[in-house]
């Protein structure tokens, strides 16, 4: 069953709760581990499933000072 997007108003409080916690240790390493505890932290499960997090917008993070791209679109 798919879920249901969050909402704006969810995400904006969820992201300021984030904010307030400070430096949060990431929950793996590598490429994805900053957006899993993103994620975690927001309360969306890890998927591998086309809808998207947030309305019409697929949530993307990355870790400071990298020079890795963020993928956008996936052909």
């Known amino acids: 069953m798919p879920r249901t997007p969050m909402t ?3 995400f904006r409080k969820a992201f300021a709760r ?9 929950t ?3 490429p994805t581990g ?5 994620e ?7 998927n591998n499933i086309a809808p998207p997090d ?3 917008v697929e949530i993307k993070a990355r870790r400071v000072n990298s020079t ?3 993928t956008l679109l996936t052909l």
């Open 68 to 70: 890795s791209l963020v």
């Open 54 to 56: 947030l309305g019409e």
């Open 18 to 26: 984030i904010k307030q916690a400070g430096y949060v240790r990431s």
């Open 8 to 10: 704006l108003k969810e």
């Open 34 to 38: 900053v957006g899993h505890t993103f």
């Open 40 to 46: 975690t932290l927001l309360g969306l499960e890890e």
């Open 28 to 30: 793996r390493s590598g």
